[in-house]
């Protein structure tokens, strides 16, 4: 089983009961929320859709979020994860959205953050956003633990 199995079939369990839907927006989880998600039975009662939101071509084509939105606002933030969480949703009209944004490693973005630095955003009838710091350069366990903790955010959101 993958790590990441008990959380999503949480996850969908809660969002089947309410009869709710999701859609995500991520992009140094590259998929692995998605993948976790779609990977519970019975996946299309509850999940809408989602994204890999890695550069600003994507962001602008996937979210129609252009550089006038994003004037004063830097990516690999809180702000921008609340941003990417909220328009998922509304494209793609889903009671939740989830946005997540960072950098794996193994060294820091352009930004300034090091590597192991994730902020994630759920956004519906409440929002939440948090920021993670792993202290790791290792890409493949930070992907793990952001998408890890991006999946327990949303249980947290969902109680």
């Known amino acids: 089983m993958h790590p990441l199995a008990p959380f999503a079939e949480q996850v969908a369990a809660r969002l089947i009961a309410c009869k709710e839907t999701i859609a995500i927006a991520e992009s140094s ?3 692995l929320i998605s993948a976790a998600l779609l990977a519970v039975p019975g996946a299309s ?6 994204a890999v939101v890695y550069t600003k071509q994507s962001r602008a084509a996937l979210l129609d979020v ?3 939105e994003m004037k004063g606002m ?3 933030t809180e702000a921008y994860a609340l941003l990417e969480a909220r ?3 509304d494209k793609m009209n889903a009671a939740w959205g989830l946005g997540e944004t960072g950098a794996t490693g193994p060294a ?6 090091a590597a192991g630095h994730s ?6 009838p409440v929002e939440r956003a948090i920021t993670l710091e792993t202290g790791s350069a290792d890409r493949a366990a930070n992907m793990d633990a952001f998408a890890r ?3 327990e955010l949303l249980l947290e959101v969902l109680r």
């Open 29 to 31: 989880t590259g998929g």
């Open 45 to 50: 009662a509850y999940f809408l859709g989602g």
């Open 66 to 68: 252009g550089e006038a």
């Open 74 to 76: 830097r990516p690999s």
């Open 87 to 89: 328009r998922i949703r």
């Open 108 to 113: 820091g973005n352009r930004y300034g953050d």
């Open 119 to 124: 902020c994630i955003a759920v956004v519906g």
């Open 149 to 151: 903790r991006a999946l």
